[in-house]
C-alpha cells in the first residue's frame, strides 16, 4: 500500500471543510470528508496522474475533488498532501513552501 501523508494544513483544511459542510449537514461532513481522505490515498497508488502546476512549485500536483482541490506532491512510496481548499480560493504559491 502507497504512503499518503498529510500535512498539519491539510488536516486542519479537512476540520474547517467538515465545520462548513455541519452547519448544514452533519452526517454529510463525515461522509465527505471520508471521500476527500479516500481521493488522497487514490492519488498515492498514481502520483503522477494529476498535472503537474510549476506555477505553484516545484513538483506540485493538483486534482479537483467535488468543489475543492487537492494540492500535493509526489513522495517515495506516495504522496503528501498539502493542502486541501475550495477551487474558487485565488491559491498563493507561497503556502506550498516548506
Do not use: W
Not at 32 to 60: H, N, T
Amino acid at each position: 500500500m502507497s504512503r499518503c501523508e498529510l500535512r498539519p494544513a491539510a488536516e486542519e483544511d479537512l476540520e474547517s471543510i467538515a465545520d462548513y459542510i455541519a452547519e448544514d449537514n452533519p452526517s454529510r461532513a463525515v461522509t465527505f470528508v471520508q471521500e476527500l481522505r479516500e481521493k488522497c490515498r487514490v492519488l498515492a497508488e498514481m502520483p503522477k496522474s494529476a498535472p503537474a502546476r510549476p506555477e505553484l512549485g516545484e513538483d506540485i500536483r493538483s486534482r479537483p475533488a467535488g468543489n475543492y482541490v487537492i494540492y500535493y506532491r509526489p513522495v517515495s512510496g506516495g504522496v503528501e498532501i498539502i493542502r486541501i481548499l475550495h477551487g474558487r480560493c485565488d491559491v498563493d504559491p507561497d503556502i506550498f513552501d516548506d
